[in-house]
C-alpha cells in the first residue's frame, strides 16, 4: 500500500472507556520489589482507557466518535479524487494528480503491454482505457479554458 495523505486526528478528541481496576502493584504481583511472603500487600487503581468503539471502518469510509461530533473519512479511487478537485474548481491540482497516476500505474505497464504475448495484448486495453480517461480529461480542462478566455 502506498501512503497517499496523512493527516492528524488528534483534534477530534476521541470518546474513550476507562476501567478501573484494583489490585496488588505490578512489583508486588510478581514477587518483585523486596516484598516479604508475610506482609500484606496494598492495594492499587489501575486506569486503563480503551478507544475500541472510537474508530470505526465501515466500507470505503472510517468514521472517528469524538466527543463533540463525528469525523467521516472517505477513501477514494484516483477517478473520485480528480472529480472531486474539478468540482472544487482545482483544475491544475486535478490534472496534476492525472499525471502522477499515469505515471505511476500506466506509463509502467506501457513499457510492458508490447510483445506478442496474449498477457500482454490483455494489458494494452487496460492502459488504452487508462489513457484514454486522462485525455478526456485534459480536452475537458482545454475546452473551459478556451470557452473563458477573455
Known sequence: LEELELVDVSSVNPVFATYIRA????????GAG???SGAATPSVQQGLQSYQNSVRPLESHIYFLGHTSLFVVSVQSWRQRVEALIEEGEWLEALALALDYYEKSIRPLEATSVGPHEEASQGRGFVTSKSQ???DLLLRYLRLAVENAP
Not at 23 to 30: D, Q, R
Open 23 to 30: 489490585g496488588p502493584p505490578p512489583a508486588a504481583a510478581s
Open 34 to 36: 523486596g516484598a516479604s
Open 133 to 135: 480517461e486522462i485525455g
